[in-house]
C-alpha cells in the first residue's frame, strides 16, 4: 500500500506517468467515469479548504464513486480531544482512501502508520502539500511542453508556504531549472530547503527582493500568499501583505510566453485585471488539479483503465 506524504514519493518516471494519465482522463472522461464505483474516498480537514479538499473530492465523484468527511476540525471528534491516530483507525473502517490536511507539519505521516488504507497528505502546517505539486507540475507541463530549461520565479511568502516547498523539491529533480527567489527578507525560503536541498546539490538559485528585476527573465512566475495563519503576531502580517502586487502594468515586464501560476487563494498579490492576461492560468492551474488528482487516487488504489 503506497500513501502520499511528499512530492519525492513519486519517481520522476512514475511522475511522468502519473501526468500522461492525468492528460489522458481530460481527453477521454467519460473512459474513468465508473472507474471507483463502489470506492469511497474520505476527506478529513482539520484546516480550512475550498480548492484541495472539492477537488478531491470532485476528483472522486467523476471517478464513480463516493465522499464522506469532515471539513473542519471543530465538526469533528478533535474537538473533544481525539489524537489524529485515533480518527484515522475509526476513518480507515468507512473508506477506501484518504485525504487529510492538518495544521501540525508530519500529521499525515502519524496517521499514516496506523491507516489500514492509503493516506494523501493534503497539507500538513508549513511543511508540504504534494498534490498542489503535482497540479503544478502537470500545468506547467501542459502548456509550456516540458519541465526541464525552466527559470522559475517563487514569489511572496517563501518561509511559511508550503506549496513552495513542495515544488522546490520536486524541481530541482529535472534539469536546466534555475529558481529566482523573490521574497522579503523576513519571509526567505527556510534554511532547511535552501541549504539541504538546493545548496547541498548545489543547485543554481538567487534570492532576491524586487519582483520588478526579477520578472524579464521568468519562464514560470510562481505567486503565493502571505500565510496570515501560520504568523505569531497579526502587525507582522499586516506589515507584509502587500508587500508584492502583480498588475497588468508590472506584467509589461515578463517575457510573452511567461506563465504565472498561483496555488490560490489570492489576497491582493494578483491584482484582477491580470486575470484577462493569456499568461495567467492559475484557473486553468484549479482545473489541472482535478484531472491529476484523479490520476493520483486510480494509481494509489492501483485500479487500472483500460
Ligand atoms: C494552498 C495551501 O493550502 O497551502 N492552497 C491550496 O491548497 N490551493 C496555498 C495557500 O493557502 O496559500
Redo the contacts with the bound molecule.
Keep these: 500500500m503506497r500513501h502520499l506524504m511528499s512530492p519525492l514519493d513519486f519517481t520522476v518516471e512514475e511522475l511522468n506517468t502519473l501526468m500522461d494519465l492525468a492528460n489522458d482522463i481530460e481527453a477521454n472522461p467519460a473512459k474513468y467515469a465508473h472507474a471507483c464505483a463502489g470506492k469511497k474516498l474520505a476527506t478529513l480537514f482539520f484546516?480550512p479548504?475550498?480548492?484541495?479538499r472539492l477537488s478531491h473530492e470532485a476528483a472522486m465523484l467523476n471517478l464513480g464513486g463516493s465522499i464522506l468527511g469532515f471539513s473542519s476540525a471543530d465538526s469533528s471528534s478533535a474537538a473533544k480531544g481525539e489524537s489524529v491516530t485515533d480518527t484515522i483507525q475509526t476513518v480507515s473502517c468507512y473508506s477506501d482512501i484518504i485525504a487529510m490536511?492538518h495544521p501540525k507539519e508530519g500529521a499525515p505521516m502519524v496517521a499514516a502508520r496506523r491507516s489500514t488504507v492509503p493516506i494523501i497528505n493534503?497539507?500538513d502546517g508549513g511543511h508540504q502539500?504534494p498534490t498542489?505539486t503535482l497540479?503544478d507540475l502537470l500545468t506547467i507541463r501542459s502548456i509550456m511542453g516540458r519541465l526541464d530549461n525552466l527559470t522559475v520565479g517563487l514569489c511572496g511568502?517563501l518561509k511559511f508556504?508550503?506549496?513552495v516547498h513542495s515544488l522546490i523539491e520536486a524541481l530541482v529533480r529535472y534539469t536546466g531549472i534555475k529558481f529566482v527567489l523573490i521574497s522579503p527578507e523576513e519571509l526567505r525560503l527556510p534554511s532547511y530547503i535552501r541549504k539541504d536541498v538546493l545548496d547541498r546539490h548545489g543547485f543554481p538559485y538567487e534570492e532576491v527582493e524586487s519582483l520588478d528585476e526579477a520578472l524579464p527573465q521568468l519562464d514560470v512566475l510562481y505567486m503565493?500568499?502571505v500565510?496570515k495563519e501560520r504568523f505569531f503576531n497579526e502587525e507582522d502580517y499586516v506589515r507584509m501583505k502587500d508587500f508584492y502586487i502583480l498588475d497588468s502594468k508590472k506584467m509589461e515586464l515578463a517575457k510573452k510566453d511567461m506563465c504565472v501560476l498561483h496555488?490560490?487563494?489570492r489576497v491582493n498579490e494578483i491584482s484582477v485585471d491580470v486575470d484577462n492576461d493569456p499568461r495567467a492560468v492559475y484557473f486553468k492551474q484549479v482545473q489541472y488539479?482535478v484531472y491529476v488528482r484523479m490520476a493520483l487516487i486510480l494509481t494509489l488504489l492501483e485500479i487500472n483503465v483500460e
Design positions: 484546516e479548504s475550498t480548492r484541495t490536511r493534503a497539507g502539500h498542489q497540479t511568502d508556504g508550503r506549496t503565493t500568499r500565510q496555488p490560490l487563494p488539479g
